[in-house]
C-alpha cells in the first residue's frame, strides 16, 4: 500500500515527501556508484515526489549514458534521491534511498522486498551472481 | 592481543578465497578465539564512553582493536577512490572484517568501515580535494567528494588519543567484498 513518508539528508538540508509502496519493492544494484553508495532505492514517479527543501543545497553529479541525475546534498554528501528518464521502467523517475527516510519503520524496511541488478555489467534486470555485499 | 583472535574467528569465510587465504596467514582460530572475541566486543561495548542518543557515530573510537597492528610481512596495499577520482588513497594493513553501523550516518551512507592508523592511510590526491562534514560532538571527520558525492573515508582518534582512519571497503578496487566479514554496530541505540 502505498504511503507518504518524510524523508532527509543527515544534516537536514534536503527534505522531502514521497508517497511509496515499500512492499512492492526496493532495489539494490551493484554498479559502479551503487557498490560506492549501497544504493538502495524505491523507485517513484515524479509526481509521487515532493522536494520540500534544498534545491539550492544539491549538487549533480553524472556520468556514463548521463540519463540519471546522482544528486547529493552539498553540506553533508548524503545522497537521499536522484531522478532520471528510463524508457524501460516507464520514463522520468526518482528513485528515493530509503534508508534517508525518516519515518520508516524498522519492519518496513526490513520486509521490503528487494530486486538485485547486475548494473555492474549493463545486465540492469537480472541479478547478478553474487549480491551478499549489496 | 584482540585483534588476532578476531582476524582469526571472523576468517573463516574470508578464507575461502585466494586473497583472503593469503592475506590471513593465521591459520586455524586457536581453541576459544570466538569467545573471547565476544567478551572483547561486550568489554567495548560496556565500558564505552560515548553513549548516548541523537544523531551521532560513535564506532570509529570505540572498536579500536580492529586497527590492524600487523607485522610489515603480513601487510598488504590496498587502492581506493570515490567514483569520480577526484579522492583517491592507499592503505596498508589486512582487511580482516568490516563494520556496518546503523547509526543516522552510516545507515545513510551504507558504509562498510575497516579501521586502520591514519598513518596507514596516504592520500594520493590532494587533502582538499575531499569535502569535510562534522555533526554532534565534531569528533568524526566525514570526508566526502565534492563532486560525486562519494566518501571514502572519515577520520578521528581512538580512546587512547591516536589518529585513525575509518575506511568504506566499498571504495577499494579488486577486492572480494563478499568475501570480508561482516560485523554489525548498533550505533543508533548509542
Redesign the interface.
Known amino acids: 500500500m502505498k504511503k507518504t513518508y518524510n524523508g532527509s539528508?543527515?544534516?537536514g538540508k534536503v527534505r522531502f515527501q514521497a508517497l511509496i509502496d515499500l512492499a512492492a519493492g526496493t532495489g539494490k544494484c551493484n554498479c559502479?556508484?551503487c557498490?560506492?553508495?549501497?544504493?538502495?532505492g524505491a523507485i517513484v514517479t515524479p509526481e509521487e515526489f515532493t522536494l520540500l527543501s534544498g534545491e539550492e543545497d544539491l549538487?549533480s553529479?553524472q556520468?556514463g549514458s548521463h540519463s540519471a541525475e546522482?544528486l547529493?546534498c552539498?553540506?553533508?554528501?548524503?545522497?537521499?534521491f536522484g531522478r532520471g528518464n528510463v524508457p524501460q521502467i516507464g520514463g522520468a523517475y526518482v528513485s528515493v534511498?530509503v534508508?534517508?527516510l525518516d519515518d520508516v519503520t524498522l519492519e518496513e524496511l526490513s520486509t521490503a522486498p528487494v530486486r538485485h541488478m547486475d548494473g555492474r555489467n549493463n545486465n540492469w534486470f537480472e541479478v547478478p551472481a553474487?549480491v551478499?555485499?549489496l | 592481543m584482540p585483534w588476532r583472535r578476531l582476524a582469526s574467528a571472523l576468517s573463516s569465510k574470508a578464507m575461502k578465497s585466494s586473497r583472503a587465504r593469503t592475506a590471513a596467514g593465521c591459520g586455524v582460530p586457536p581453541p576459544g578465539a570466538a569467545e573471547k572475541v565476544g567478551s572483547a566486543v561486550a568489554r567495548f561495548q560496556r565500558d564505552g564512553t560515548l553513549g548516548r542518543a541523537g544523531r551521532a557515530c560513535h564506532a570509529l573510537g570505540r572498536l579500536p582493536f580492529l586497527a590492524p597492528h600487523l607485522p610489515e610481512t603480513h601487510k598488504m596495499k590496498y587502492e581506493g577512490s570515490c567514483h569520480c577520482g577526484r579522492v583517491k588513497f592507499e592503505a596498508e594493513g589486512e582487511i580482516t572484517s568490516a563494520m556496518a553501523c546503523n547509526c543516522s550516518m552510516c545507515q545513510r551512507r551504507g558504509s562498510l568501515l575497516w579501521f586502520v592508523p591514519r598513518d596507514a592511510m596516504r592520500l594520493l590526491t590532494p587533502e582538499e580535494n575531499a569535502n569535510t562534514y562534522l555533526f554532534n560532538k565534531h569528533a568524526i571527520r566525514h570526508r566526502f567528494c565534492p563532486n560525486c558525492g562519494i566518501q571514502p573515508y572519515s577520520e578521528a582518534t581512538n580512546p587512547k588519543g591516536e589518529p585513525m582512519a575509518a575506511i568504506n571497503v566499498r571504495c577499494i578496487e579488486g577486492i572480494d567484498l563478499a568475501a570480508v566479514p561482516v560485523t554489525h554496530f548498533d550505533g543508533r541505540s548509542r
Do not use: L
Not at chain 1, 552539498?74 to 537521499?80: A, D, L, V
Open positions: 539528508c543527515h544534516c559502479s556508484i557498490m560506492k553508495s549501497r544504493g538502495w549538487s553529479y556520468f546522482h547529493f552539498r553540506t553533508c554528501g548524503i545522497k537521499s534511498n534508508t534517508c553474487e551478499r555485499y
